[in-house]
T-cell receptor, first 118, second 115 residues
Framework: GDSVTQMEGPVTLSEEAFLTINCTYT??????LFWYVQYPGEGLQLLLK?????DKGSNKGFEATYRKETTSFHLEKGSVQVSDSAVYFC?????????????????FGQGTILTVHP | EAQVTQNPRYLITVTGKKLTVTCSQN?????MSWYRQDPGLGLRQIYY???????DKGDVPEGYKVSRKEKRNFPLILESPSPNQTSLYFC??????????????FGDGTRLSIL
């Protein structure tokens, strides 16, 4: 079945450090890929997305590139801030017909807790 | 403001006492879904609905029911809750499942504790 694997956490960084959170996926067909962020006590918010190979999603200084050859969608940020502390989820969806009868479902990785210290 | 609203945000209850978690969206979305979040497992889909009166099981449907009588509402029902249903629950919606490149919008979550 379809699956998403994220690097194990938690990740602890100092402010202004470089961030990479690895994400790889297994899917039938060509999925759309997403990064969601969950701040403490809140729901998930879309951080960025990419819908086809070689697309780069970007938002708030975060970037991720859809790499079909390595089935990866790694999240990067050049200089993290304390306010970036959150849980980050990599996820995919498949449209019809590759998604079978459950197309539209988000398949999530296990989440990576990021803590940034001043 | 476009949003997905869940209620209650927190609930502590006892085994076997029926409960309903409500979910409402104001974006005229066709697709709605329930997920549960557990440590180390990410989010897993419980049930989903492609449109009014069309619902189906997700990956972990045991012990849950849903209904979709109106486009905006998608309640989650636990008829006889058990402790293994203690979790953080999220409702989500998107324009249509056909457009898989469209992001899903999430509610703020409902933390359920079943004693």
């Amino acid at each position: 079945g379809d699956s998403v694997t994220q690097m194990e956490g938690p990740v602890t960084l100092s402010e202004e450090a470089f961030l990479t959170i690895n994400c790889t996926y297994t899917a039938t067909g060509y999925p759309s890929l997403f990064w969601y962020v969950q701040y403490p006590g809140e729901g998930l918010q879309l951080l960025l997305k990419a819908t086809k190979a070689d697309d780069k999603g970007s938002n708030k200084g975060f970037e991720a590139t859809y790499r079909k050859e390595t089935t990866s969608f790694h999240l990067e940020k050049g200089s993290v801030q304390v306010s970036d502390s959150a849980v980050y989820f990599c996820a995919l969806t498949l449209g019809p017909p590759a998604g079978g009868t459950s197309y539209g479902k988000l398949t999530f990785g296990q989440g990576t807790i990021l803590t940034v210290h001043p | 403001e476009a949003q997905v609203t869940q209620n209650p945000r927190y609930l502590i209850t006892v085994t076997g006492k029926k409960l309903t978690v409500t979910c409402s969206q104001n974006m005229n979305h066709e697709y709605m879904s329930w997920y549960r979040q557990d440590p180390g497992l990410g989010l897993r889909q419980i049930y989903y609905s492609m449109n009014v009166e069309v619902t189906d099981k997700g990956d972990v449907p045991e012990g849950y029911k849903v209904s979709r009588k109106e486009k905006r509402n998608f309640p989650l029902i636990l008829e006889s809750p058990s402790p293994n249903q203690t979790s953080l629950y999220f409702c989500a919606s998107s324009l249509s499942a056909t457009y898989s490149n469209q992001p899903q919008h999430f509610g703020d979550g409902t933390r359920l504790s079943i004693l």
